[in-house]
T-cell receptor
Framework: NAGVMQNPRHLVRRRGQEARLRCSPV?????VYWYRQLPEEGLKFMVY????????ESGMPKERFSAEFPKEGPSILRIQQVVRGDSAAYFC????????????FGPGTRLTVL | GQNIDQPTEMTATEGAIVQINCTYQ??????LFWYQQHAGEAPTFLSY????GLEEKGRFSSFLSRSKGYSYLLLKELQMKDSASYLC??????????FGAGTTVTVRA
């Protein structure tokens, strides 16, 4: 009974490279959320997706960041042309439905930009 | 906008009780969550309150007052493994969690 899986757990990129973060939700969950946690700060909402649809991307920077949750396969958070300020822990969460349901979090991907 | 405040750090002795307060000002309210996060790990769900009052679950209890925009998490019979960060989060309209910065609790022997 696997929980939310994220890979890689640690990712190192040089400035200007691309980072691709993967999230496999709990089996049967069709709602995925991405959060970013900067050092000494709380988790900040980035984007909410249902299968094949972006529902709310109000927390995601307009440039360089994109997210998808295809019909088959994991959700992907993609960061193009990374900069040092993108260094953070990126957490994915999933739920069976929106609303009051608990969100189950993955272990996170720690991105370091050199 | 959303504003969620909680203390940065708290220290307590093994076996004692600690109360972590959380105050919030949000544009809407559809529930308040408490999560526990050990260093380098995923946040794990502790409690959910949507109505006023106290919810008890083993050694952990959570209280909510919507009129005051206030919640607390009560940890009883503290154990060393309770040393972690405790995150207060409000969902203004059902899915987007707005988190406070977290309270780091250190349990000393």
């Amino acid at each position: 009974n696997a929980g939310v899986m994220q890979n890689p757990r640690h990712l190192v990129r040089r400035r200007g490279q691309e980072a691709r973060l993967r999230c496999s939700p709990v089996k049967g969950h069709s709602h995925v959320y991405w959060y970013r946690q900067l050092p000494e700060e709380g988790l900040k909402f980035m984007v909410y997706l249902q299968k094949e649809n972006i529902i709310d991307e109000s927390g995601m920077p307009k440039e360089r960041f994109s997210a998808e949750f295809p019909k088959e396969g994991p959700s992907i958070l993609r960061i193009q042309q990374v900069v040092r300020g993108d260094s953070a822990a990126y957490f994915c969460a999933s739920s069976p439905a929106a609303g009051q349901n608990e969100q189950f979090f993955g272990p996170g991907t720690r991105l370091t930009v050199l | 906008g959303q504003n969620i405040d909680q203390p940065t750090e708290m220290t307590a002795t093994e076996g004692a009780i600690v109360q972590i307060n959380c105050t919030y000002q949000t544009s809407g309210f559809n529930g308040l969550f408490w999560y526990q996060q050990h260093a380098g790990e995923a946040p794990t769900f502790l409690s959910y309150n949507v109505l006023d009052g106290l919810e008890e679950k083993g050694r952990f209890s959570s209280f909510l007052s919507r009129s005051k925009g206030y919640s607390y998490l009560l940890l009883k019979e503290l154990q060393m493994k309770d040393s972690a960060s405790y995150l207060c989060a409000v969902t203004p309209y059902g899915y987007k969690l707005s988190f406070g910065a977290g309270t780091t609790v250190t349990v000393r022997a």
